[in-house]
């Protein structure tokens, strides 16, 4: 059975909310197995954008500037 965190969920919810204008209840009518199924494209997509992210400050000599 699908088994989360109560206190994750709520921040989870509370991000999904403001971030994505997801309202709450709309959260909750969402299967198990769609809500997990969206939160792990939702970390993917911030994984890639995190890397590209990271890419272009090293292009720009960001770690140099920190030195």
Known sequence: MFKID???YIKIKTTLA???H????????MP???????MK???NMVK???D???QEMDK???KDMKK
């Open 41 to 43: 494209e939702l970390n």
């Open 6 to 8: 109560l206190i994750n």
């Open 32 to 38: 198990a197995w769609e809500y997990e199924l969206f």
């Open 18 to 20: 403001k971030e994505f």
């Open 60 to 62: 720009a000599g960001y």
């Open 22 to 29: 997801i309202q709450p209840s709309e959260i909750d009518k």
């Open 52 to 54: 590209r992210n990271k």
């Open 48 to 50: 890639e954008e995190n």
